[in-house]
């Protein structure tokens, strides 16, 4: 009879095992199952949670810019007035609804970095290391990278390769913020690399185009530095004062909490506004170019596809294992790999003409550089995940 009672404990407890419960015996210790599962709907509970916490833009994200990719594809070439529209008003060089775009997505990432602190993360030895890195690969990998990469895509087509090399030369200073905000980045740390960016553009980008498209390549060129200056000045520094005064204007009057917890909260859907706007009127302006140039269209997205791949994985291999954590990894790899397309677009149609090859290749640049990038925000947010990084 005891081996009877003995074997019929035995077959009650795998029973309670195989379906997750707890043991009725054995001093209360919970069953390998029953922990798994325990976590597992911790986990589930925890995603869904943040899932809807989210906004309806955070939330479908992916599915709101392919469609404004759609919609503008579609604008520019079945309506065919839409594309002389929409580039009849220039501003620095770039149609005014763009420019309308650029700031007003800029805007309210600007406004919750911590300019009343900057004094401190500037003391930081830490800090000066984040620019050395970021200065070496934005002003010297990349760019040689992306002169190597047109040359080896693009060599029977002059016209198509120096706007490629124009695209990387010009730095990004704006969808950048978009991208690290996504991602998880580091958002002070950004602005601060943008604004350094910013300053050396104005210096640098003139004479990298002539070293790289005029001595280099051996190709004739001619570059006003006060076209750079312009364009870096409107697309940084409009919406950078314009947030220095809102934000040191608003805490004083409002209080720091509920500028941090109200205004910030209302204001931050206008980044991703302007992200769709600004999609909209590219593909809507160049939505024939792309269609009816389908092959050098194609030309130049391979060296684009590759360069934001290989940038941006190489930059997050490198700064994990420097050690530098999630946020500043991430946005050193989209400090990287984006670029500033709207001052290759006004430099190639001011120094080429609107309906040159070069004009044509830096147009394609944010074409391909939307949803590459947003696919690496999703990666990245993967891969983070879970390496517990």
């Known amino acids: ?59 479908f994200l992916a599915v709101w810019i ?118 998880g980045g580091d958002n002070e740390y950004c602005a601060i690399l943008v604004a350094i960016n910013s300053v050396l553009q104005m210096v640098l980008f003139a004479p990298i185009a002539i070293l790289f498209i005029g001595v280099i390549s051996d190709d004739d060129i001619h570059l006003e530095y006060s076209l750079a200056a312009k364009s870096v000045g409107v697309f940084l520094g409009i919406p950078l004062g314009a947030a220095i005064l809102t934000r040191f204007g608003l805490r004083t009057l409002i209080g720091g909490e509920r500028y941090e917890k109200r205004f910030l909260k209302w204001i931050s859907p206008l980044s991703l506004i302007g992200l769709l706007f600004t999609i909209i009127v590219l593909f809507a302006s160049q939505g024939q170019h792309v269609v009816h140039q389908i092959v050098s269209v194609v030309r130049v997205a391979a060296p684009l596809v590759v360069y934001f791949a290989v940038i941006f994985m190489a930059t997050l291999l490198v700064t994990r294992r420097c050690g530098f954590g999630y946020e500043l990894s991430c946005t050193q790899s989209f400090t990287a790999a984006s670029n500033n397309f709207e001052l290759a677009i006004a430099v190639a149609i001011a120094t080429f003409g609107v309906d040159s090859d070069q004009a044509l290749a830096a147009t394609v640049g944010p074409l391909v550089e939307v949803p590459v990038l947003l696919g690496l925000v999703y990666a990245v947010k993967w891969y983070g995940k879970r390496n517990r990084w």
């Open 1 to 59: 009879m005891a081996d009877l009672e003995a074997n019929k404990e035995i077959l009650d407890l795998n029973n309670q095992l195989r379906s997750g419960q707890k043991p009725s015996g054995g001093g209360g210790h919970d069953s390998p199952v029953s922990e798994l599962d325990s976590a597992a709907q911790e986990k589930n509970m925890e995603q869904a949670s943040i899932f809807h916490q989210l906004g309806l833009l955070d939330r």
């Open 66 to 183: 392919f469609l404004a990719m759609l919609i503008g594809i579609l604008l520019g070439n079945f309506v065919p007035s839409t594309g002389p529209a929409l580039q009849r008003g220039k501003f620095v060089g770039v149609s005014v609804p763009i420019a309308v775009g650029l700031l007003v997505m800029m805007f309210p990432i600007l406004c919750k970095v911590r300019y009343e602190a900057l004094h401190h993360t500037l003391r930081q030895k830490a800090l000066w290391v984040q620019i050395g890195f970021s200065l070496i690969v934005n002003w010297i990998i990349a760019p040689l990278f992306m002169l190597a990469l047109s040359w080896a895509f693009l060599p029977d087509e002059k016209g198509l390769r120096e706007g490629l090399i124009l695209v990387g030369i010009a730095r990004c200073i704006a969808m950048v913020l978009i991208w690290t905000g996504l991602a």
